[in-house]
């Protein structure tokens, strides 16, 4: 946790659950409002918020003088009063361009739909974490890009590069990962859009290549999609009927922040094969750790990697197996983008994130 230098601002914060770290600011006030169930449930794709609930904190809102208004995501939109100033949110539009990748079926796209209609209809501005994201939201939402604002995201300061040999072996231990081997990691969802496949695809033609060694790949992960697809199922059956896979690839599940550190700080490089990502968290993580980064070139990755990886086509299973096999055999190459992924991911930070949102809402009361 950061603090920001003293400023005249003061913040509401209107939530149905306490914060016990708000007592640390002294210009951060809250107001806890009654709701039916917690407002985080309606994050997941085919769940929905009560009206009830959502009046609620209109009212709430109502009863303060506020000069502008700002919501951290769509689900936890709710209408506010009129000529009260507002931002919105909104990460990206992977949701619009990838539907059929995103949504189990109509229902839980039928309320994303409403929920995204609902939280755009009274917000003046919208804020979102990269310019890839910006295109796309014009692109596949309709905002019009002059009413988009873009902030940016940072790696936590527990995610720096760990060089402790015993710390590296204890978590490679732990985790059944071999000790000396060269490991690819992949950490994020396993959503469709997010190109498991394609790079299990990628690895294989890797291994039967037979320019791997004796290299790894570790998927990390929540196995479960909290509403959305999730492709844990399919990919776990492909591992298993590959003899060449099933002896290489492990699924490690959910890891600590302190596991992943080890994790990405032993890896060879870290895998982004994804059709898109509004910034892509993971990379700048695995750059803070020192690990370059496989990516791929669509969506926001080339503005967040920069030159700290190589790039590839996540719809050419053939590219992702070359860039695979260049990582692993090249020690120069992977020296030259470990340092490079250093460099880069001390320009991205949460206080420089916080920094440009507040200027962002700054802009916004003044209007």
Not at 82 to 92: A, C, F, I, N, S
Not at 247 to 271: C, I
Request: charged share 20%; aromatic share 8%; with cysteine.
């Amino acid at each position: 946790m950061f603090r920001l230098e003293p400023h005249a601002h003061t913040f509401h914060l209107f939530s149905d659950q306490p914060i016990a770290e708000l007592e640390l600011y002294a210009n951060v006030e809250q107001t806890l409002v009654k709701t039916s169930r917690p407002t985080i449930e309606a994050a997941v794709a085919d769940s929905r918020r009560s009206l009830f609930d959502m009046l609620r904190m209109t009212r709430a809102v109502a009863r303060e003088r506020l000069d502008s208004m700002f919501f951290p995501a769509v689900y936890s939109w709710f209408p506010v009063p009129p000529r009260l100033p507002t931002m919105l949110t909104v990460m990206d539009a992977i949701a619009e361009h990838y539907p059929e990748l995103i949504f189990p079926g109509r229902r839980s796209r039928f309320f994303w739909s409403l929920k995204m209609r609902g939280a755009l209809w009274n917000c003046d501005r919208v804020l979102t974490i990269s310019q890839a994201a910006k295109q796309e939201i014009s692109s596949y939402i309709g905002v019009d890009p002059s009413r988009i604002d873009v902030c940016s995201c940072g790696p936590g300061s527990e995610f720096v590069q760990l060089t402790r040999e015993p710390a590296l072996s204890d978590f490679r231990r732990r985790s059944n990962l071999p000790q000396a081997a060269p490991v690819i990691v992949y950490v994020g969802g396993m959503a469709p859009h997010k190109n498991l496949h394609g790079l299990l695809d990628g690895f294989e033609e890797a291994l039967r290549s037979g320019a791997m060694g004796e290299a790894h790949l570790a998927l990390v992960g929540d196995m479960a999609g909290a509403g959305f697809h999730s492709n844990h199922g399919s990919l776990a059956q492909r591992v298993e009927h590959s003899p060449e896979l099933k002896a290489r690839v492990h699924f490690t599940g959910y890891l600590s922040d302190a596991d992943l550190v080890a994790l990405y700080s032993s890896a060879r490089a870290a895998a982004m094969p994804s059709y898109s990502e509004g910034f892509g968290l993971p990379a700048i993580e695995a750059m803070a750790c020192g690990t370059p980064v496989l990516s791929s070139k669509l969506g926001a990755l080339p503005e967040v990697v920069g030159d700290a990886g190589l790039y590839f086509d996540p719809f050419d299973s053939s590219a992702i197996a070359a860039a695979i096999v260049r990582i692993v055999n090249d020690d120069e190459l992977r020296d030259s983008l470990g340092r490079k992924a250093l460099a880069r991911a001390g320009e991205f930070s949460w206080e420089r994130a916080a920094r440009m949102a507040l200027d962002h809402l700054e802009k916004l009361s003044r209007c």
